[in-house]
């Protein structure tokens, strides 16, 4: 098994095992929806809305054998470190543009990553994540642009212009989307 596919195969568990649902929500979705890219670290938006489950998913990081840095319930990100593979990891409490509710989760698609089941965010809520983020960049604008020109990705655009409404991004997208 690959350095990644344990990695996955452990974070998959773990988090499932903790009752918390998940999904992808970084680079190595983009190549189910967009194009192939290198990263280095794997995003997972996580569902640890109180306090208390974020106290919980920080006693099982331990057992897990996950290092833990800004591990505050007051951040938005919570970074983990494998010990076992040497991969870090972001889980990401409260992802940019990302809102959790029982649509995001519906949503959400099962897909096959490095022989591992996994929960991925799905392709509209992906573009809101990575327009929304505050320090987006040419790379995030590139990977939606890469998602609105694949042909065998089907959009939900009504959903998409709602959320993408929400976020304060629909203009930006519009503008990608005409480029």
Not at 2 to 10: G, M, Y
Not at 34 to 58: C, K, M, Q, W, Y
Not at 86 to 108: K, N, S
Not at 125 to 133: F, G, H, S
């Amino acid at each position: 098994m690959s350095e990644i596919a344990e990695t996955l195969d452990r974070l998959v568990s773990f988090l499932e095992d903790q009752g918390i649902d998940y999904m992808l929500i970084g680079g190595y979705v983009l190549p189910m929806y967009g194009r192939i890219r290198t990263t280095l670290d794997i995003d997972v938006a996580a569902a640890l809305t109180t306090e208390e489950s974020f106290t919980r998913f920080l006693e099982g990081t331990e057992r897990a054998d996950y290092g833990v840095s800004l591990g505050s319930f007051q951040n938005p990100v919570c970074l983990l470190h494998d010990r076992l593979t040497d991969y870090e990891i972001e889980i990401w409490r409260q992802p940019d543009g990302v809102v959790w509710d029982d649509e995001t989760l519906r949503r959400r698609r099962k897909a096959t990553l490095a022989g591992v089941e996994v929960w991925m965010v799905s392709p509209e809520d992906y573009i809101v994540t990575k327009l929304a983020r505050s320090d987006r960049g040419v790379i995030d604008e590139q990977d939606v642009k890469s998602v609105l020109e694949r042909e065998d990705v089907t959009l939900d655009w009504p959903y998409l212009r709602e959320r993408a409404g929400r976020a304060g991004v629909w203009a930006q997208l519009h503008m990608i989307r005409n480029v």
